[in-house]
């Protein structure tokens, strides 16, 4: 690492997150002097005031520039789609975990400004308006979460068209479709021109915000003494005034060209996921080889470059986040993930030289953001899978590893095109996407250890004292296995059609009220529909439920059907009475549930066959089902941090598990009821039907004894390669010790570089919840011995 | 690791008494190439004072304890037909004479504190748990291990075994102590690929002392099995105060470079064993040892090198 990079990174790694309520004053300013124009032109106008006159931050000795916020973890907010409250800020401010500092200027600008005018109009509040009674009282029992409840749809990943055309190619792309429009024919023809326009306004304002930085390099270079950084400064200067208008001429230029793009994709909303170069060693690969070839760039040039961009995305902590979204996603991650590796259009093997470097890049940065992951397809290399392996085993939880050839195998069933699913990836935690031409929205978390809770006390909750869903019958009465199932299958039913009844409200309400034409150019075919991003605009429309904790909710089926019905060592009204009074004076019949229970996890087909019911329903009940926009609903298995949240609002369940602990995460086991060892771990995850789902996610926790030795890693490398024969989606590791996580909770002040992977990300270990940690220990360690 | 299905009582009603298996230990990856599903045998004719598994030497099935999960519901007490035990947290010892083994307090523990280990098993089920994690020997070129106790003990169990895997084109390794009927090593030899043989020392009365048994058919079995078969890697337990001295290290340099050998390895010793002990109450023959240090284990893999062996140190025994 150069001492260049070395600085940045423990910069970037020094500094505090703060909230900065720049953007929020500018919107307010804005709005309050709105020009009367049509809903796509507006916010592209409100874009440009943006764009033309937040802050520009250079910090000295960078080679990539551009900053979200007025300097780097200055976060901005984002009004129109959450307004906090000054409660909200001394929260944000005063929290334990993921806080962010609010200074006395940024206060009163809230109080005084932003609240007063945002109060009643963020989408926020409109959406609490619109939304039924059903579906709040289960949001608030803690059946679902709602992503778009504080943060706007997103969820998506750019392709190579902004590095070959640039924003101005796409431009006359605009021009083309808006020469083209006719009004006597076409009865869409007036809209369709408006969202046309918004979309050439947004990228003017992406464009202007990069010639700002150029004018602004350029006064630093004048001013530089020292020549080598003059020169650099020329160079940045020279770039940022050519892309991301036009298309990239060097490996450098290319990088820049993606972050001002980036810039304006997380500036325009605050996108979920916020925004990914998804295959970057695909997109770099043509500008590194021909640069390579002319001796213009050198190896460790690019891997520095990379590692200024790197550092770019560590500086930008995700929006702050309030309430239920705080709980299900308590992090500063913003969930940029980074591909590498896969296949290419035509199916071929797509690792390459950029590949490696960027491998080394991981493994030297080691930084939270960006997160990482390799795609392996069967045609990979195995020095591909080594390089990762060896990263890997150092454990702080970077990359992940998927299984390109299921991910092309689900992206077809979903109904892509082969190419398109070919260049396309994972993003976020594990969820599939064409890449630049899907729009596949995650709506929520949905709590299934709940509605078996739900099922005990015949559609009652008795946390928020509620009947949130249908009477089934008082479980004490059945009399067969089959009668809780029937019973469980109709509650599950109900709150799935709660659920999406909610989502098509706000995928309306989106579509209608926020659209976000810069997304919509670099989206394909936004431009040729002429319709938004967030009216259906894209080529593939996508909306993904994610079920938590299928194996909690196995287990307790397996529990009740086991222990009840097959056995007959507890009768219903004795197992109901005991998983209400959450097993306090019933010990011996919980211990009887925790260790004499077939479980999940342990290649028991007698257990594995509940997950596997899970998932069909999940997959009848869900996959097909039509939004407003034209949107296809699919199911995927991830938890970021919601199985804790969604723990703390379950009470206890059937498989023994107390009230208030978090129930399992991804598809993986519920904690420590995998006994058997990781190959039978991947023989039950491997028993679902990976191919009927937008992907899933499968935790595995390795004390670092058990890789040591070339032996260990080629053991890693070959659990790996038979989960994905067994078609399974993903798999990560953590690869650390109970004793050193134990310690790093007793002293955080000594471990705070610990990373560990949490879900479908690393985050740091001291950063997350003390009972996060707890469950991070309990994962059971997979020690050999 | 003990497999929960395997303690399932699910388990308990398999009749024909063929093998006797202690358990079976998934993603074994240190008892031979690749990823491997390691079979514990019950029983051992050696008495090491450092053995890390005594609940192996025994063939018949034993209780092993595990005080600290025991919640005194009395689940165990009430069902012993025999009166025989108590809770597993009092620490008391099970009336030999009444006690058949039968399962029934395990089964009505509900913590698992009170574990019987030891199961009878038949060909046909052990194979099919082998075959269980097949997808990963193929992915590995890994296999299955026979381990124990001494897998050699159950001659005729092994063989079947052996020649089962041979036929289903599973890579088989045998972990021997060499203490055996040199006739059925030599059958099993015929369809194992490979041995994991233990040497301890080579001074007979030493190991007389510390195994309880003579090491001259041992000795004499590794010669007979190393004429016949082509992959054998032996294994020396590194154990300071036992086996350390030089004289010993060099004998055992001059008995083995007469041999046609893949690898020596050296194996330190490791107190992890130490647990069990307390859960058998049984005395810990070596409380005071301590693993060899890492000069020590240079040293001796040094003194092994110069008798042009090709020796690895570390790794688990």
Redesign the interface.
């Known amino acids: 690492m150069t001492e260049r990079v070395t600085r940045l990174r423990q910069q970037s790694l020094d500094r505090k997150p703060t909230l900065s309520s720049e953007r929020a004053e500018l919107m307010t300013a804005f709005y309050r002097e709105a020009p009367a124009a049509p809903l796509p032109i507006l916010r592209a106008l409100s874009f440009q005031y943006l764009m033309d006159r937040k802050a520009l931050y250079i910090e000295p000795g960078e080679l990539i520039v551009g900053e979200r916020g007025p300097a780097p973890k200055a976060t901005p907010t984002y009004p129109e789609l959450c307004c906090h409250t000054l409660e909200d800020l001394d929260i944000l401010d005063s929290r334990e975990k993921i806080s962010f500092a609010i200074d006395q200027q940024a206060r009163d600008a809230y109080r005084d400004d932003v609240i007063p005018y945002w109060r009643e109009r963020s989408m926020r509040h409109r959406m609490f308006g619109e939304l039924p009674d059903a579906w709040k009282h289960a949001y608030e029992a803690g059946i679902f979460t709602e992503f778009m409840e504080q943060r706007a749809p997103g969820h998506t990943v750019a392709d190579g068209k902004i590095y070959e055309k640039g924003l101005s190619g796409l431009q006359a792309g605009i021009d083309r479709e808006l020469a083209a429009l006719d009004d006597l024919h076409d009865l869409d023809a007036y809209d369709k021109r408006q969202q046309l326009k918004g979309m050439r306004l947004a990228a003017d304002a992406v464009i202007r915000f990069a010639r700002r930085h150029a004018e602004q390099v350029a006064r630093l270079a004048a001013a530089e003494a020292d020549p080598v950084r003059k020169a650099e400064l020329e160079q940045i200067a020279a770039s940022c005034a050519w892309v991301p208008e036009h298309p990239a001429r060097t490996f450098w230029e290319a990088l820049q060209a993606y972050w001002f793009v980036h810039l304006g994709v997380i500036t325009e909303l605050n996108t979920w996921d916020s925004f990914c170069p998804g295959r970057l060693d695909q997109h770099l690969y043509p500008y590194y080889k021909r640069e390579i070839e002319a001796g213009t760039l050198t190896r460790e040039r690019a891997k520095e470059l990379l590692q200024c961009f790197w550092v770019k995305f560590n500086n930008q902590p995700a929006p702050p986040k309030v309430g239920v979204t705080a709980a299900e996603s308590g992090t500063y991650t913003d969930f940029s993930n980074i591909c590498n590796g896969g296949l290419k259009a035509d199916g071929s093997d797509g690792v390459n030289d950029v590949t490696y470097l960027v491998l080394e890049v991981i493994d030297e940065m080691r930084l939270l953001q960006p997160s990482s992951n390799i795609q392996l397809s069967k045609k990979s290399p195995d020095r591909f899978l080594e390089k990762a392996c060896e990263v890997i085993r150092k454990g702080w939880g970077q990359p992940s590893i998927f299984n390109a050839d299921m991910v092309v195998a689900e992206l077809v069933r979903q109904g892509k095109s082969v190419e398109d699913a070919r260049c396309g990836g994972t993003s976020g935690c594990i969820e599939v996407g064409a890449f630049g031409k899907e729009s596949y929205i995650l709506t929520g978390y949905f709590n299934l250890p709940k509605v078996i809770e739900v099922t005990l006390n015949d559609g009652y909750d008795p946390r928020t004292e509620r009947q949130i869903g249908p009477k089934t019958g008082d479980p004490a009465t059945f009399e067969s296995f089959e009668q809780f199932l029937e019973a469980f299958r109709r509650q599950l039913q109900h709150f799935i059609d709660v659920k999406i009844a909610g989502s098509h409200i706000i995928e309306r309400m989106y579509a209608t009220l926020m659209p976000a034409p810069f997304l919509s150019i670099i989206t394909d075919d936004c431009i040729k529909n002429a319709r938004d991003y967030n009216a259906g605009g894209a080529r593939y429309n996508t909306r993904y439920i994610m079920p938590v904790g299928p194996g909690t909710a196995a287990d307790s089926l397996s529990a009740i059907k086991y222990h009840v019905f097959d056995h007959g060592h507890v009768t219903m009204p004795a197992l109901v009475k005991a998983v209400r009074d959450n097993f306090i004076g019933h010990?011996?019949?919980?211990?009887?549930l925790v260790?004499?229970t077939?479980?999940y996890g342990?290649?028991?087909e007698y257990a594995d066959a509940f997950v596997s019911l899970l998932c069909d329903w999940l997959f009848t009940q869900i996959d097909g089902r039509r939004g407003p926009t034209g949107s296809v609903y699919h199911v995927n298995y991830l938890s970021t941090t919601c199985h804790v949240y969604f723990g703390s609002v379950c009470g206890a369940t059937p498989d023994g598990r107390h009230a208030c602990v978090p129930v399992s995460d991804g598809i993986s086991p519920a904690q420590g009821a995998d006994?058997?060892?990781?190959?039978?771990v991947i023989?039950s995850a491997s028993r679902m039907d990976h191919a009927r789902s937008g992907g899933t996610l499968l935790n595995q926790k390795f004390t670092p004894a058990?890789l040591e030795g070339a032996?260990?890693l080629?053991?890693l490398a070959?659990?790996v390669?038979?989960y994905f024969?067994?078609d399974g989606h993903h798999i990560q590791f953590n690869v650390v010790t109970g004793d050193t996580l134990r310690a790093a909770q007793k002293e955080p002040e000594k471990h705070r570089d610990l990373i560990v992977r949490v879900a479908g990300y690393s985050d740091y270990f001291c950063d997350l919840t003390k009972g996060l940690q707890d469950e991070i220990i309990e994962r059971t360690e997979?020690?050999?011995? | 690791?003990?497999?929960?299905?395997w303690t399932?009582?699910a388990f308990l009603g398999i009749p024909v008494a063929e093998g006797r298996i202690l358990r079976i230990?998934?993603?074994?990856?240190?008892d031979g190439p690749?990823?491997r599903t390691t079979v514990f045998l019950k029983g051992c004719p050696l008495r090491c004072a450092w053995c890390h598994s005594p609940e192996s030497q025994l063939l018949q099935p034993e209780f092993m304890p595990k005080p600290e999960r025991c919640?005194r519901?009395l689940?165990c007490t009430t069902a012993c037909p025999h009166h025989a035990v108590q809770p597993a947290a009092d620490k008391g010892p099970i009336a030999p004479d009444a006690c058949d083994t039968c399962g029934a307090c395990t089964q009505a523990c509900?913590?698992?504190a009170r574990e019987l280990v030891g199961r009878t098993m038949s060909v046909d089920a052990l194979m099919a748990e082998i075959e269980?994690?097949r997808?990963?020997y193929?992915?590995?070129e890994?296999g299955v291990t026979f381990s124990g106790g001494e897998p050699l003990m159950q001659p005729a169990f092994l063989l079947d075994m052996v020649r089962s895997c041979r036929a289903s084109a599973i890579h088989v390794a045998v972990d021997t102590c060499g203490h055996a009927d040199t006739g059925a090593l030599l059958e099993v030899a015929r369809d194992a690929d490979l041995f994991l043989f233990d040497l301890k020392m080579m001074d007979e009365e030493r190991h007389l002392a510390y195994t309880g048994s003579s090491n001259v058919r041992i000795l004499q079995n590794l010669e007979r099995l190393a004429a016949v078969h082509s992959n054998i890697l032996v294994r020396f337990p590194l154990i300071p105060g036992v086996n350390d001295d030089d004289k010993n290290v060099r004998e055992t340099g001059a008995f083995l470079s007469a041999l046609r050998l893949t690898r020596v390895d050296v194996l330190p010793y490791h107190r992890?064993g130490m647990a069990k002990y307390d859960r058998l109450q049984r005395p810990y023959p070596l409380a005071d040892t301590q693993p060899p240090t890492a000069d020590l284990q240079a040293h001796v893999v040094r003194l092994l090198e110069e008798y042009g062996l090709i020796v690895r140190p570390g790794g688990s025994s």
Do not use: Y
């Open positions: 010990e011996s019949l919980r211990q009887l260790n004499k077939p479980k342990n290649d028991d006994r058997c060892g990781p190959t039978a023989k058990l032996e260990g080629d053991q070959h659990l390669r038979a024969k067994l997979q020690k050999e011995f | 690791m003990t497999c929960a299905t399932d009582p230990e998934r993603f074994a990856i240190h690749g990823i919640i519901c689940g509900p913590t698992g269980r994690d997808i990963f193929d992915e590995s890994g992890a």
